[in-house]
């Protein structure tokens, strides 16, 4: 199975600052990497697929990159609605797995 | 507007059977490949099961395999997940989700329904 370590698993920002998650995977996956929020008690919502393609109606401040085993997801401007956990998935080989979480809190 | 509706959650002993139900609507059912994918207290996502659009091909995580079974109605629109010989660590929110993509994304998820495995 394909491993996802994501980091770092909590960070504290505040309004307006560039925040950036990080997802490494334990083998090469090319560009088959996905993004999800999620809020409390609410399921995920897909944000990035494919690495860098923006899910349609996602606000133009997320953005993905990376390829092979490294990606990262930025978030140019946060914003209050974007206080969440933010979840990486491989879409590479089956099992599809997803990273542990990165809560994303207020500062 | 997409909409996937879960039922059939609730508590249960361990051993014991469970069946989950996913009702769609808002697009077409029979044209998409569609999972359940789960989330313990307090943890990540964990991916569950597959089943291909017509339903003659399916695919479940080695935690759930021999246990669980996914299969699905198009005529009726919906999803199912039969659970049996549950475990203590099967208790999760279990999601219905749609997938897209010869390398899936999982782009549409129902509200979830909470499975408690507890004697």
Redesign the interface.
Known sequence: DIQMTQSPSSLSASVGDRVTITCRTSQSIGSYLNWYQQKPGKAPKLLIYDASSLQGGVPSRFSGSGSGTDFTLTISSLQPEDFATYSCQQSSSTPWTFGQGTRVEIK | EVQLVESGGGLVQPGGSLRLSCAASGFTFSGYTMNWVRQAPGK????VS?ISTSGSFT?H??SVRGRFTISRDNAKNSLYLQMNSLRDEDTAVY?CVRDT?S?????S????TLVTVSS
């Open positions: 990540g996502l964990e991916w597959f695919h995580a080695d999601y993509g390398n899936p994304r999982f782009d998820w129902g509200q979830g």
